[in-house]
Antibody, heavy 118, light 106 residues
C-alpha cells in the first residue's frame, strides 16, 4: 500500500534553512508527482508545489518561489523540501502528499512540524 | 487564484441529525474534493471528484454541486464524524483549499 513517511520535527533559528524528507513506499516513486502542503493554525492548508521524481520537473506556487526548493532521490525513493531564510511565518506543519488519478490528494504523510524560534 | 469559502466555519449536530456544509468558489470549478481532518492527524481524502466517496468512507456521506457551489452532506450524524472538513479545487493553478468547517457533536 502507498505510504509516505516524513522526517521528524525541527526547531530552527530565524534565518536558517531546513530540509524535510518524505520517503515513499508501495508504488513506483518516479512516476507520480509528490505534492507539498503547508498548514498553519488560522491559515488553513496551502499548496506549496510539486515534484515529479523521475524527471525532476517541479511546479511552485508563486507565493513560495524562493522559499521552497524540491528535490528527489529515486535511489532511496525519497523526496525533499528545503525551506530557506526561515521566519516565524514558516512555523507550520508541512505535509507531503500524492495524487491518485485526477487532482485530489489521495495519500498523505504524517506531517513534519517546523518551529522557527530564536 | 480561486478562493474557496466554506460555511459555516463551526457547527454542531446531534447524533442522527442531517448535516450540510457548503463550499463556494470565486470562479467556476469542474470538481470539488473534500478532506476530513481530526486533531493531530493528517487530512484524509474523503470525497473526490465532487461526489465519489474515498475508500472506507461511510455511505451516510455524500457530495454534490457544480460551478461555484458545492456541498458535503451527512445523512445521519455520528460521533465519529466530528472533525474539520476542507474543500479543495484544482481546476486552475494553484490548487487551493477552503478554510474549513469544524463539525462538533452535541
Amino acid at each position: 500500500q502507498v505510504q509516505l513517511q516524513q522526517s521528524g520535527a525541527e526547531l530552527m533559528k530565524p534565518g536558517a534553512s531546513v530540509k524535510i524528507s518524505c520517503k515513499a513506499t508501495g508504488y513506483t516513486f518516479s512516476s507520480y508527482w509528490i505534492e507539498w502542503v503547508k498548514q498553519r493554525p488560522g491559515h488553513g492548508l496551502e499548496w506549496i508545489g510539486e515534484i515529479l521524481p523521475g524527471s525532476g520537473s517541479t511546479n511552485y506556487n508563486e507565493k513560495f518561489k524562493g522559499k521552497a526548493t524540491f528535490t528527489a532521490d529515486t535511489s532511496s525513493n525519497t523526496a525533499y523540501m528545503q525551506l530557506s531564510s526561515l521566519t516565524s511565518e514558516d512555523s507550520a506543519v508541512y505535509y507531503c502528499a500524492r495524487r491518485h488519478y485526477g487532482y485530489s490528494f489521495a495519500y498523505w504523510g504524517q506531517g513534519t512540524l517546523v518551529t522557527v524560534s530564536a | 487564484q480561486i478562493v474557496l469559502t466554506q460555511s459555516p466555519a463551526i457547527m454542531s449536530a446531534s447524533p442522527g441529525e442531517k448535516v450540510t456544509m457548503t463550499c463556494s468558489a470565486s470562479s467556476s470549478v469542474s470538481y470539488m474534493h473534500w478532506y476530513q481532518q481530526k486533531s493531530g492527524t493528517s487530512p484524509k481524502r474523503w470525497i473526490y471528484d465532487t461526489s465519489k466517496l474515498a475508500s472506507g468512507v461511510p455511505a451516510r456521506f455524500s457530495g454534490s454541486g457544480s460551478g461555484t457551489s458545492y456541498s458535503l452532506t451527512i445523512s445521519s450524524m455520528e460521533a465519529e464524524d466530528a472533525a474539520t472538513y476542507y474543500c479543495q479545487q484544482w481546476s486552475s493553478n494553484p490548487p487551493t483549499f477552503g478554510s474549513g468547517t469544524k463539525l462538533e457533536i452535541k
